[in-house]
C-alpha cells in the first residue's frame, strides 16, 4: 500500500513490476536508435542493483538506466546517487568511461540485454539479466567476467563468478511455433484452464500478446480450454493466432503503431484528514501498466499516451519509485510521530506519578506532625532497646508483648526493619475520622 503526503493511500500489488519480453524487444529497438554512437561521459549506482550511464554525443546527451532482474530505460528525472560509488561502479568506470556503445542486442529470446561498449579487442560487454533475481555482469571482449552483482552457479559446468566466461551459446533461440507444440503444451491441460497459462510457456511474447492475437482470431477474451477454446476442433485457428503473435513487434513496428500507452484504472483510495483524523474513501486513477501498442483486451481503459515507449516507461517507473520514496519518508514520519506520543505520554506518567508522591508525602508528614509526641516515644522505645544491645528477634518479641499488654505507643508500631534502621507506625489524624499507616524512617 502506497500513501501520499496529503492523506492518499492506494494498493499497488497488481501494477507491472518487470520487463516482459515484449517489453524488451521494444525498447531494444527504440535505443539502437536513439543510443548507439554515443560515448560514456560517466557511471552512477543509485542503489545495490541500479545503475546509471550517462552518455553523450554532441550535441546530444542520454542517462540510461539499468536495474537489474527489472527494467532498462533511458530517463529524464534527477535520480538520487549514492554518496560513494560502489565496487561494481568503479569497475564499469574503468572500462567504460569514454567508450562508445557500438551495440544493443537480445541473447536469443531469453530477457538477457548485452551492451557493447567499443570494438575489436578493446571491446566490453555489459550483460543484464532481467529474469528472476537478475543481475548485471561486466565482461572482456571474449566475454570473459570482469565483475558482476552477485556471483552464482547454475550447474556444475556453469558457474558466474569473476574470471569465469558468460555462456552466451546457451542462450535460448527462437523455435516457430507449431501444431505438435501446442498438442505438447494441452497435452495435460484440464477443463477450465486458461488458454494463456498454457500458452505462455511455449510463446516468448508474452501473455498480453497472446490474449490480443486470441482475440484478433475470433477467441473470447480470457478464454479456457472448453469455455471459448474447443480442442481439437480450434487448433488450426489457435496455431493461426500464435503464428501472429510471433510476428506481432515486426508487423507493429512496419505500421508505425509502436507508442507508449500507460493504463490507468480507478482505484479506492483512503484520505485522512490530518486535523481530525477522519477517513473518507474516494476513486482516484492509478497506473496499472504499460504497453508499447494498442490491444483489444485494453480498448476500454482509461491510458495515457506518450510519443515513445521509452518516455512511457520511465514516467510510469519514475512515478512508482517517487511514490515509494515517498512513502518511505511518511514511514519515517510516522515512526517519530509515534516516539514523540510514546514520550509525551510517559512523560505524564511521570508526572501523575510525582504528582501522586508528593500528596502522598504531604498525607505522611501531616499525620506524622499530627502525632508527633506519641511518634517521638515509639522511636525512643526502639532506639533504647537497641542501645540495650538486644537482639533483633528480642525486640519484636518485646514490642508484641507490650502490644498485648494495651500499651499505646507500642501499639502504633507496625513493624520494624531495624536492618535498615527503619520502624513502621500506625497513626491516626486527630483532625479527620480516619486511620492511615505510615512508614517512618530513623537511625540510631
Known amino acids: 500500500c502506497l500513501a501520499s503526503q496529503d492523506g492518499y493511500f492506494w494498493s499497488r500489488s497488481t501494477m507491472k513490476s518487470r520487463f516482459s519480453t515484449l517489453d524488451l524487444q521494444v525498447e531494444l529497438a527504440e535505443l539502437r536508435a536513439k ?67 557500438t551495440e544493443i542486442k537480445q541473447l536469443g529470446v531469453d530477457r538477457i540485454i548485452d551492451l557493447t561498449f567499443g570494438s575489436g579487442p578493446a571491446a566490453y ?46 542462450a535460448k533461440q527462437a523455435e516457430p511455433v507449431t501444431r505438435a507444440g501446442l498438442e505438447a503444451a494441452f497435452a495435460k491441460a484440464a477443463p477450465g484452464d486458461a488458454a494463456r497459462k498454457r500458452l505462455n510457456p511455449i510463446m516468448e511474447c508474452g501473455p498480453h500478446a497472446i490474449e490480443h492475437c486470441m482475440q484478433l482470431h475470433g477467441f473470447p477474451p480470457n478464454a479456457k480450454l472448453g469455455k471459448g477454446l474447443n480442442l481439437p476442433d480450434d487448433y488450426d485457428r489457435l496455431l493461426a ?39 473518507r474513501q474516494e476513486m482516484v486513477a492509478v497506473h496499472d501498466d504499460v504497453i508499447p501498442f494498442d490491444l483489444l483486451q485494453f480498448a476500454d481503459k482509461p491510458r495515457l499516451e506518450f510519443s515513445s515507449f521509452d518516455q512511457a516507461i520511465d514516467t510510469y517507473w519514475s512515478e512508482l519509485e517517487a511514490q515509494k520514496l515517498e512513502m518511505r519518508a511518511l514511514q519515517q514520519e510516522a515512526a517519530a510521530l509515534k516516539k514523540l506520543e510514546s514520550v509525551k ?27 508527633l509526641e506519641q511518634v517521638d516515644r515509639a522511636i525512643e522505645i526502639i532506639r533504647s532497646m537497641v542501645a540495650q544491645s538486644l537482639d533483633w528477634g528480642e525486640i ?9 499488654r494495651g500499651d499505646p505507643d507500642a501499639k502504633i508500631i507496625g513493624g520494624l526493619k531495624l536492618d535498615k534502621n527503619t520502624i513502621t507506625l500506625r497513626l491516626t489524624e486527630d483532625m479527620v475520622d480516619s486511620s492511615d499507616s505510615d512508614d517512618s524512617d530513623d537511625s540510631d
Open 35 to 101: 543510443l548507439l554512437g554515443m560515448r560514456v561521459a560517466n557511471i552512477y549506482d543509485i542503489d545495490n542493483k541500479t545503475y546509471l550511464f550517462k552518455l553523450a554525443k554532441a550535441p546530444e546527451k542520454a542517462v540510461l538506466l539499468i536495474e537489474s532482474g527489472i527494467r532498462f530505460h533511458t530517463t529524464r528525472y534527477d535520480w538520487p546517487k549514492s554518496d560513494m560509488p560502489s565496487g561494481f561502479a568503479m569497475k564499469c568506470r574503468k572500462h567504460l568511461r569514454t567508450r562508445r556503445l
Open 125 to 170: 560487454h555489459v550483460i543484464l539479466e532481467l529474469y528472476d533475481r537478475g543481475n548485471i555482469i561486466l565482461t572482456d571482449c571474449n566475454y570473459l567476467i570482469l565483475a558482476l552483482l552477485r556471483r552464482r552457479t547454475d550447474t556444475d559446468d556453469v558457474r558466474f563468478a569473476a574470471g569465469e566466461r558468460y555462456p552466451i551459446e546457451v
Open 241 to 279: 493466432a500464435m503464428q501472429s503473435a510471433q510476428t506481432i513487434l515486426l508487423t507493429q513496428l512496419e505500421a508505425g503503431n509502436v507508442k507508449g500507452i500507460i493504463l490507468q484504472k480507478q482505484q479506492s483510495r483512503t484520505i485522512k484528514d490530518p486535523a481530525t483524523k477522519e477517513e
Open 345 to 371: 505520554k510517559s512523560h505524564v506518567k511521570h508526572v501523575e506519578g510525582y504528582r501522586k508522591a508528593q500528596i502522598e508525602d504531604e498525607r505522611k508528614a501531616r499525620l506524622i506532625e499530627n502525632n
Open 396 to 404: 519484636a518479641e518485646l514490642v508484641q508483648e507490650a502490644q498485648q
